[in-house]
């Protein structure tokens, strides 16, 4: 799940940047608008570049969240832990309580203090 969100991050910096360079007229920066991704015709992906992409390519939901975090980088954390981060894990937890509280145990045991806590969402 970093790596999607390192991509979510790198994506927002890029937008806002795009953005910056030509403003939209409405002034919101939009990946349809500032045409970040327009260049490429294909593309190959792995791992959390995969889930990334199809959310970014499927879920239109997730490509506003993306277009709200560069709108507002200052908030994009916040942003992204309440609409991505905590509804993925709330619904992982419901699915199977056990293993996500074991999970986070192991990887705080594990040296992995941080991810531990992203998994132990309450």
């Known amino acids: 799940f970093r790596a999607a969100s390192v991509h979510t991050g790198v994506t927002c910096g ?6 910056a360079l030509r403003p939209s007229e409405d002034g919101v920066p939009t990946l349809s608008g500032t045409g970040v ?3 490429f015709a294909s593309l190959a992906t792995v791992s ?3 889930w990334f992409a199809a959310e970014l390519i499927y879920s239109e939901r997730f490509a506003r969240l993306v277009e709200a975090m560069a709108a507002s980088p200052g908030k994009a954390a916040e942003l ?3 609409q991505w981060t905590k509804p993925l894990l ?19 045991w594990s040296g992995l203090k941080g991810f ?3 998994i132990d969402v309450g």
């Not at 890029?14 to 953005?19: G, Q």
């Open 116 to 118: 531990g806590q992203d």
């Open 14 to 19: 890029v937008l806002a940047a795009a953005h």
């Open 48 to 50: 959390g570049g995969s």
């Open 90 to 108: 709330s619904a992982a937890k419901r699915r199977d309580p056990g293993c996500m509280l074991y999970c986070g145990r192991a990887a705080e």
């Open 37 to 39: 991704y327009a260049g």
């Open 80 to 82: 992204h832990q309440e």
